[in-house]
Nanobody, 121 residues
Framework: QVQLQESGGGSVQSGGSLKLSCAAS?????MAWFRQTPGKEREGITA????????WYPASVKGRFTISQDKAKNTLYLQMNSLKPEDTAMYYC?????????????????WGQGTQVTVSS
């Protein structure tokens, strides 16, 4: 089982930036960031193949968010720039042990506890 711990959330004004971190314990094939607002479905926002470093972004965040990893530290990062009020959500780190049909072509089995991001207008 992969254990995940997110950090770096907070409150910022529209147009600001935040960098989230996810410390992972265990082997992963893919890692990803999801977000969810109460009353809405969970949204996948970015994923990375931890072996080759390939990444995936949906149109909603492409050009504003960047996923990266420090393999030596087994840590995942999400740099978020040009934040908008609609980016307000609980952000979750996820890990996949194998390929599948979910975000980035993986199947995610393990999840962090989440870190809150709030963007004011």
């Amino acid at each position: 089982q992969v254990q995940l711990q997110e950090s770096g959330g907070g409150s910022v004004q529209s147009g600001g930036s935040l960098k989230l971190s996810c410390a992972a314990s265990g082997d992963t094939r893919c890692m990803a960031w999801f977000r969810q607002t109460p009353g809405k479905e969970r949204e996948g926002i970015t994923a990375i193949n931890t072996g080759i470093g390939s990444t995936w972004y949906p149109a909603s965040v492409k050009g504003r968010f960047t996923i990266s990893q420090d393999k030596a530290k087994n840590t995942l990062y999400l740099q978020m720039n040009s934040l908008k009020p609609e980016d307000t959500a609980m952000y979750y780190c996820a890990a996949a042990s194998d390929y599948g049909l979910e975000l980035g072509g993986c199947e995610y089995n393990d999840w962090g506890q989440g870190t809150q991001v709030t963007v004011s207008s």
